[in-house]
């Protein structure tokens, strides 16, 4: 409380016009004349929640509750021989704790807390051994104080108090981690090792098809090598004829082979030698002629795995996973077991190839809808995609069948029907008998999906060393538009003459909109020479903030 005998304070810094008296908790000041003043604000050290008393074992120290109302934060402060537990109690009600700041393990420490409730109280748990020593003080102010510091060389430990501050760079961190529900950081890489002094696209393979598509189109995926292939194969052998109540089993199916066939399914007529016995097993597995004679008439189809007659008294299986039938896009790993003397696989599980065998898939739809698909290789075959695309954006491997391996041929996305390449995850590196790859698409190429925008934040540029390029990052809007007027490309960004490896960062943001194509054009000074691009960027669906 201030109270005046006369005059009102000026506005000048510290001086009265009269003598006041000062009543600021209880305290009585009598301040003269043209006094310059500097008025302090008391704080309590409670004896509530203040001990010098020394604990026993697994004892606690339980301070009071004390009405804080009337103060700002307060500040705990401690030490003590023995480690212990420290609970700084948050009350509504003078009873119940209903926030507490723990800090465990520790001997001595002090931490300041803001005032967000109306009582507030300190226990201390003390640890296995008695104490000799112990002190435990708790003051409480009227203002708010300097915040504790630590020196620079001084270790931070769990007993330090802590700032909360926000690093803006952190976001970036943030959406790579998918914190942000529609937000995501991307990126694309993009090499042609053949640039010419001609202007030419940054894909590895080619022309990426100029213009762009204006309608969705069916697409296939094949590799120029048969080990790039998701399709698992098995051999069971007959050394003999089998005997009556024989099986096998693949995957979850199991069949059983019968001397006198009853109509079960999975049930197998025995033939009179084993090369008749195949190929009853045949007709039972895919369903073939002689139902009811060869194999059960409930008999149902095997959706896993076909059947045919392999060299000699052998059955070769083959997987059906053109699709992958496993989580996360892996293939389907089929177990094979069998029962007779006469009868072995040879491997507990159907083998899979040792190169590529998955793709993921990312484009866009129509409608310009991300979308995206994993399919599997069916080695030099080509194997028709799900949906249909306008744009596609990026394809990589989803598993090999070799530890670190990759891709031994180049896997091409094309037009279904043989027709233009879309994109392709090329091979390059020898190692032995086997060729890895890159192990995506290296296309500079990318289109905004729709209700999407992103926002361009650096961009990175690498020129064969012997040569210098000119390169330019085009964007055109408008990529569903099919029909004339058509939206034009714009230049974004441009270099000239540039050799070795040149990083730029856009100091601010470039704004992306939805369905714009964003794409590399380059030329080189001399012969032809290599270039790789890399273009990043945060993209986000928008809303009221981010507009």
């Known amino acids: ?96 704790a ?10 001595g420490g002090a931490h300041t807390l803001a005032v967000v409730s109306k009582f507030m109280r300190v226990r201390w748990v003390n640890g296995s051994t008695g104490q000799s020593s112990f002190s435990l003080q708790t003051m409480f102010h009227k203002t708010k ?110 069949y059983t082979l019968q001397d006198t066939l009853t109509d079960v399914d999975g049930n197998i007529h025995i033939g009179a030698n084993a090369s008749a016995t195949i190929t009853t097993i045949v007709n039972g597995v895919t369903l073939g002629i002689n139902v009811g004679v060869d194999y059960a008439t409930s008999m149902t189809a095997n959706t896993s795995i076909t059947v045919a007659d392999g060299t000699g008294d052998t059955l070769d299986f083959t997987s059906l996973s053109i699709y992958p039938l496993a989580n996360d896009g892996d293939l389907e790993v089929l177990a094979t077991t069998e029962t007779g003397s006469n009868m072995s696989f040879g491997a507990v599980t159907m083998a899979h190839p040792t190169g590529a065998q ?71 590196e020898s190692t032995g008998s086997a060729t890895y790859g890159h192990g995506e698409d290296n296309g500079a190429i990318w289109t905004i999906p729709l209700n999407n925008i ?28 099919n029909a004339s007027p058509f939206l034009p490309r714009r230049v974004l960004w441009q270099g000239f003459n540039i050799t070795g490896r040149v990083e730029h960062k856009f100091s601010s943001y470039i704004k992306i909109k939805p369905l714009t194509d964003l794409f590399f054009r380059a030329k080189i000074s001399t012969g032809t020479g290599g270039i790789a691009v890399k273009l990043s960027w945060f993209q986000a669906v928008p809303n009221d903030d981010n507009k």
Request: proline share 1%; hydrophobic share 30%; with cysteine.
């Open 358 to 428: 998955c793709i993921e898939i990312h484009g866009l739809s129509g409608t310009g809808v991300d979308i995206e698909e994993i399919i599997c290789l069916n080695g030099t075959t080509a194997v028709d995609l799900a949906n249909s695309y306008i744009r596609i954006n990026n394809i990589h491997l989803q598993s090999v069948g070799t530890q670190q391996g990759g891709n031994f041929g180049n896997i091409t996305l094309r037009v279904d029907g043989g027709g233009d390449t879309l994109s392709q995850i090329q091979g390059f």
């Open 98 to 107: 209903h926030r507490t700041k723990t800090v465990e393990d520790v001997t």
């Open 145 to 254: 104080s300097k915040d504790l510091t630590s020196t620079m060389i001084q270790s931070v430990s769990n007993a330090n108090d802590v700032t909360l501050v926000r690093d803006p760079t952190i976001a970036v961190y943030d959406m790579a981690r998918e914190f942000y529900s529609g937000k995501t950081v991307e990126h694309f890489i993009g090499n042609n090792d053949s640039v010419t002094t001609s202007w030419t696209d940054i894909y590895p393979s080619g022309t990426h098809n100029y213009p762009f598509p204006i309608s969705a189109q069916s697409l296939e995926i094949l590799s120029s090598d048969a080990n790039d292939s998701g399709i698992s194969t098995g051999v069971l052998t007959l050394s003999a004829n089998a005997t009556d109540g024989d099986t096998f089993t693949i995957g979850s199916r199991t």
């Open 454 to 481: 992103a926002y361009l934040t650096s961009l990175e540029v690498n020129v064969d060393s012997s040569k210098s390029a000119n390169i330019v990052l085009y964007e055109s809007e408008g990529g569903l538009r």
């Open 1 to 96: 409380m201030l109270s005046s005998s006369g005059d009102s304070v000026l506005g000048r810094k510290g001086v009265l016009t009269k003598s006041i008296l000062t009543n600021i908790d209880t305290n009585l000041t009598t301040i003269a004349d043209n006094s310059d003043i500097s008025v302090g604000v008391q704080g309590l050290v409670d004896s509530g929640n203040s001990t010098t008393s020394t604990l026993t074992s697994d004892s606690t120290y339980t301070g009071t509750y004390l009405d804080a109302t009337e103060y700002s934060q307060f500040t705990v402060i401690y030490s003590a021989d023995v480690i212990g537990t420290i609970h700084m109690d948050l009350s509504m009600d003078g009873s119940t």
